[in-house]
């Protein structure tokens, strides 16, 4: 039986994708899927030849690291067909389909490697006249990692060197006229350029999308340019990054129909626990070839020690997006404590203690209550929205935000602002139903509420948000976690704002809960710490004879 073509190996890995030969996530299934009906389709046309030439064109590069140093470059089965996606499929008027590719793959997947080879193919072999390559980031140090990978891949190759020159800054084909470049956005104007191809690297930490923007336009003057963008996962879900991958999910699926853009999202299902090593494989598409499974193992072991090393293994080597670089409550520990709740009304006549945490206009607004019995603090928490930001708000936050309402996790108000009135009417419902000893507020988002409590004869208690009172009941909302003391029911919303939670430690080794990005939402354990505060300092912890005292009578 003779050997399989390039090409054929590429589809021989969407059969195998697609039969559970080869284990992946759904989104590896979807885009596999996607090709296949695009070869029955007839659409468009699959020219082997040219699928193949970048591949063919990897026999002049050399791996520059690592156990493969000094090698050959020969890819794996995935980036087989990766490249015949891209480079394979052509319109009837004779121009390439791909225009735009979003790769997201985990670290040691040969990231580099990949993108400084087809960036030397897109200067040299590419029939591209005047070619004008760049590999993009935010920083030019960033920018220099893929290009300076390519420098020396042209100098460990004789038949390169033959053809290509380098520079510090510029690596040059004169017979074309073409150049490759790093490029960044600190680096005065992006204006000006007319990319045939550029990658732009780990786009996961651009702020803005102002280099993606810029080159994406800039490249429309070219015949069949390419937009390569290429990253791990990353904590902000509202950049470029994630705006790409919530686009990519959408093509993929059929949601949007653009040829133009592929994609492959190399990560775990949703359903998959993240601390079991069978689904890793499925993030690591070179799993046992540059990515090594007792390295992850090391790794792992880390992860569930430390919160902050959690978060960098699950985004980095597991390509998980997070919502904090340096996470301060660990998963492990925050799902240690997801005992179901006994419901609300359960706790009637009891001892109860509230933080208001309030919304300024059309944000969240959350309110804790907790109780306490065998030693252990019951924490409930509520949400409020505005029901125009939850039906407006796009992407993947904005179905989480409208799942959350369905099941009932999430209030929404009406209108584009936040209603306090609903708030208000919970409160006064509340302190009929239970013992409330105190109501901790922040008298800076609260005023109107607070008074409107007051004048009701309610035990409002003003909460300062500075490091000096915070301190305190963080340390011990901490401490109730890793104690498995607390119970919060596995509330999504609050999951949601915990993993959002990092923190700030003052020379005194005093800490303050924060927020990376405005995006990421604490209100809720905020909420709670105010709750936890006014319990400790009440004693609420100790069990007394008075706590099973009536109805407080307003």
């Not at 100098?155 to 040059?172: E, M, P, Q, W, Y």
């Not at 939402?521 to 004693?539: C, P, T």
Request: glycine share 6%; net charge negative; hydrophobic share 40%.
């Amino acid at each position: 039986m003779s050997a399989l073509s390039f090409s054929q190996t590429a589809w021989k890995y969407a059969e195998d994708v697609l039969d559970g030969t080869v284990p992946t996530c759904h989104y590896i299934k979807a885009a596999c899927q996607k090709a296949v009906d695009m070869k029955s389709s007839g659409q468009y046309v699959y020219d082997e030849t040219a699928a193949e030439r970048p591949i063919l064109f990897a026999q002049y590069c050399k791996h520059l690291k690592g156990p493969l140093a000094g090698q050959h470059v020969v890819f794996e089965p995935w980036q087989l067909f990766l490249i015949c996606q891209i480079y394979g499929w052509f319109r009837p008027d004779g121009r390439r389909v791909c225009r735009t590719v979003y790769i997201e793959v985990p670290r040691k997947n040969g990231k580099s490697t990949l993108c400084s080879l087809l960036a030397l193919y897109h200067l040299l072999a590419d029939n591209e006249a005047s070619a004008e390559v760049y590999a993009a980031a935010v920083t030019r140090d960033q920018a220099r990692i893929v290009f300076n990978d390519a420098a020396a891949m042209v100098r460990g190759s004789s038949d390169l060197a033959k053809h290509l020159g380098v520079h510090k800054s510029n690596i040059f084909h004169l017979k074309t006229n073409s150049k490759f470049e790093p490029l960044s956005s600190d680096a005065g104007s992006l204006e000006g350029k007319n990319p045939s191809y550029c990658v732009v690297d780990e786009l996961h930490v651009h702020k803005t999308p102002e280099v993606w923007d810029v080159l994406n336009v800039a490249s429309g003057a070219r015949a069949q340019p390419i937009i390569f963008g290429i990253t791990t996962a990353g904590t902000n879900q509202e950049g470029i990054a994630y705006q790409l991958r919530d686009y990519a999910i959408k093509t993929c699926s059929g949601i949007v129909e653009d040829d133009t853009f592929f994609s492959l999202i190399y990560t775990m299902d949703k359903e998959d626990d993240w601390r079991d090593p069978e689904v890793w494989i499925k993030a690591n598409p070179n799993y046992n070839v540059s990515v090594q499974p007792d390295d992850l193992e090391r790794l792992f072991k880390q992860a569930v020690e430390s919160p902050s090393a959690e978060t960098n293994f699950r985004t980095k080597r597991l390509n998980e997006w997070r919502n904090a670089t340096a996470a301060w409550i660990s998963t492990t520990d925050w799902e240690a404590c997801d005992t179901e709740l006994p419901a609300l009304d359960s706790w009637r006549g009891q001892p109860c203690y509230i933080g208001l945490d309030l919304a300024s206009v059309s944000d969240f607004a959350c309110v804790s209550l907790q109780f306490v019995k065998d030693g252990k603090v019951y924490n409930y928490v509520k949400s409020y929205l505005p029901e125009d930001t939850v039906f407006q708000k796009s992407g993947a936050m904005g179905e989480h935000y409208r799942d959350w309402r369905q099941q009932g996790r999430l209030v929404c108000t009406e209108g584009n602002v936040t209603d306090l009135s609903y708030i208000k009417a919970d409160v006064l419902k509340w302190c009929e139903l239970f013992n409330v000893r105190e109501i901790a507020f922040d008298p800076y988002g609260a005023n109107e509420l607070s008074a409107d409590l007051l004048d009701k004869g309610l035990p409002m208690v003003k909460f300062g948000q500075g490091i000096a009172s915070m301190s305190g009941p963080s340390k011990s909302f901490e401490k109730l976690i890793k104690s498995k003391n607390i119970v919060h029911g596995g509330d999504p919303v609050l999951k949601w704002m915990v993993s959002n939670c990092v923190i700030y430690i003052d020379p005194n080794d005093n800490i303050k809960v924060k927020k990376e990005t405005h995006a990421n939402k604490i209100d809720g354990v905020i909420a709670s710490i105010m709750a936890l505060a006014r319990l400790e300092i009440n004693g609420g912890l100790k069990s007394h004879a008075y706590e099973t005292r009536g109805i407080r009578t307003l």
